[in-house]
């Protein structure tokens, strides 16, 4: 094998012209995918940190639709499809939290609204708005995602709405106003709900990604409203225990407030009475206040949720726990559904990802093409070494020895330009992450997961580099040196005379 080595070096060396073009051609092709992938990988890494630590958490739970559920609503087909209440909320919320895996939880409301301001008669209107409904204190628990501007926090039980400084720009100048923490805003969804609330709030997030512009939170209350959420008795607004199996889906205003009308009596054992006459009691009972109602509504209300975000304590977790979560509710009959971080960004994950598949593809198809232009190189090298082919194998070189002699040349090669290739591909990383790349177009900054990528060196890079140099040495020899061995030996040496 020692001579082998030294045979193969002083080829190299015999041939410097065309091992430093090989090398060239190897050491370019090695940076580029140090690079390429080192950007991918941290991009990669960027994306899933700013939706996770902003928004979406490790695990996103809702109901179920005939299209992909995301926070940002049901992806439909022109997005006509109602965003599906969380069924059982409560129980599925108690089993979260008693998940040892789980290190947070909160629930969430989403609804896309219309804002303008009180005295606007113009029809201008911001057409797009993502309203987050939150429970404050468990959502601030789990994602520390804002700093404020001016004004506060929503407050537990509080009615009131959290701007971002972009949203305020938007709305500022497409309504022509000044909007401030203090001032009344009003909320309409695309029907014909409308609310009136105030703003408690102007707030930045912490990490900027074109997706968050277009969020503001709101309390889960005022956004219910909005989107006409009830669950269970909340529905009829009848405290808890009132019989609502005489009330039709379609009765009126006229006919659920008249004066008078028939109350059919139900005997001890299930028979019905004739209908006696008598002055319609109140839907509530004399003793309830009207402030007792509201609350008595509020708290049933309470338990209609559009999603479950929960994080882990371990993200690595996430795939287990999601099919395990949904086995459990195949096994409850709970027409619910569990899903990663990807499905809660919806198409704000969507778009990168396909961006980075087709950039992956691409630096692949630089790395085959350049496999096949060493290879060609190779080809031109050994056919004009075909003389000294001849001669070794005339000397009874057999073709195995022809063989690793021509391998440990091309992997000598490799490695030492493969790994020229990786320092000054990992320098030029260094640089950038020192400098920044600025991400200045919109999906740019949804591919890469903020306003500016500090790439870094990742092992997946120098693994999958160390891979291609071997894969280099081994294909890229293969072709060239098989077309010198069919050569005849005589046929070679005469060839290299006539030369």
């Not at 700013?50 to 992806?75: C, H, N, R, W, Y």
């Not at 309390?219 to 005489?246: F, H, I, N, Q, Y």
Request: hydrophobic share 50%; aromatic share 6%.
């Amino acid at each position: 094998m020692s001579v082998l080595v030294r045979m193969a070096l002083r080829n190299l060396v015999a041939h410097k012209v065309k091992s430093l073009i090989v090398g060239s051609l190897i050491a370019l092709g090695v940076i580029v995918l140090v690079a390429g992938i080192s950007f991918m990988d941290t991009a990669a890494g960027g994306l899933r940190r700013s939706f996770i630590e902003t928004f979406t958490g490790d695990v996103i739970i809702s109901g179920k639709a005939d299209a992909p559920v995301s926070l940002f609503g049901v992806q439909s087909m022109g997005g006509t499809e109602a965003t599906p209440v969380m069924p059982r909320f409560n129980e599925v919320m108690a089993r979260m939290r008693a998940e040892p895996r789980v290190k947070g939880v909160t629930s969430q409301i989403t609804g896309a609204n219309q804002i303008n301001i009180e005295g606007n008669d113009s029809g201008n209107v911001d057409s797009l708005v993502f309203l987050f409904g939150i429970d404050p204190a468990g959502y601030r628990a789990m994602f520390d995602n804002i700093d404020l501007v001016s004004g506060r926090a929503l407050l537990p039980g509080e009615q009131g709405i959290l701007l971002s400084t972009s949203e305020v720009a938007s709305l500022n100048r497409d309504l022509k106003a000044d909007i401030k923490v203090g001032d009344t805003l009003i909320i309409q969804n695309f029907g014909t709900a409308i609310r009136a609330v105030t703003v408690r709030g102007i707030f930045e997030f912490k990490r900027s990604n074109a997706a968050l512009s277009m969020i503001c939170y709101i309390d889960a209350d005022s956004l219910r409203k909005l989107e006409g959420m009830k669950v269970g008795p909340a529905a009829t607004g009848l405290p808890p225990g009132t019989d609502t199996s005489l009330l039709k889906k379609d009765t009126n205003e006229e006919e659920l407030f008249a004066g008078t009308g028939n109350v059919v009596q139900v005997a001890p054992g299930g028979a019905s009475a004739a209908p006696a006459r008598r002055p319609a009691a109140p839907l509530m009972p004399a003793a309830t206040t009207d402030a007792a109602a509201a609350e008595a509504a509020r708290q049933l209300d309470s338990s209609a949720w559009h999603f479950i975000i929960v994080t882990l304590k371990d993200p690595g977790d996430a795939p287990g726990f999601i099919t395990e979560t949904n086995q459990w509710f195949s096994a409850n009959g709970i027409d619910a559904a569990a899903a990663g971080w990807q499905k809660a960004a919806g198409p704000f994950a969507t778009l990168p990802s396909l961006i980075r598949i087709l950039l992956v593809a691409a630096i692949l198809v630089v790395a085959v093409v350049a496999i096949i232009i060493i290879m060609n190189t190779l080809v031109a090298s050994v056919i004009e070494r075909t003389s000294e082919i001849g001669t070794m194998r005339a000397l009874g070189a057999r073709k195995g020895f022809v063989w690793r002699m021509f391998l440990i040349e091309t992997l000598t090669l490799s490695v030492v330009f493969g790994l020229f290739g990786m320092a000054i591909g990992t320098a030029l990383i260094g640089v950038l992450n020192l400098v920044g790349v600025q991400a200045s177009h919109t999906i740019l900054q949804l591919l890469v997961g903020g306003a500016v990528l500090r790439p870094v060196i990742s092992a997946s890079a120098l693994g999958t580099s160390v891979l291609v140099i071997v894969m280099i040495g081994i294909i890229a020899h293969l072709y060239p040196v098989a077309i010198a061995l069919k050569i005849p030996p005589i046929r070679a040496i005469r060839a290299g005379q006539n030369e």
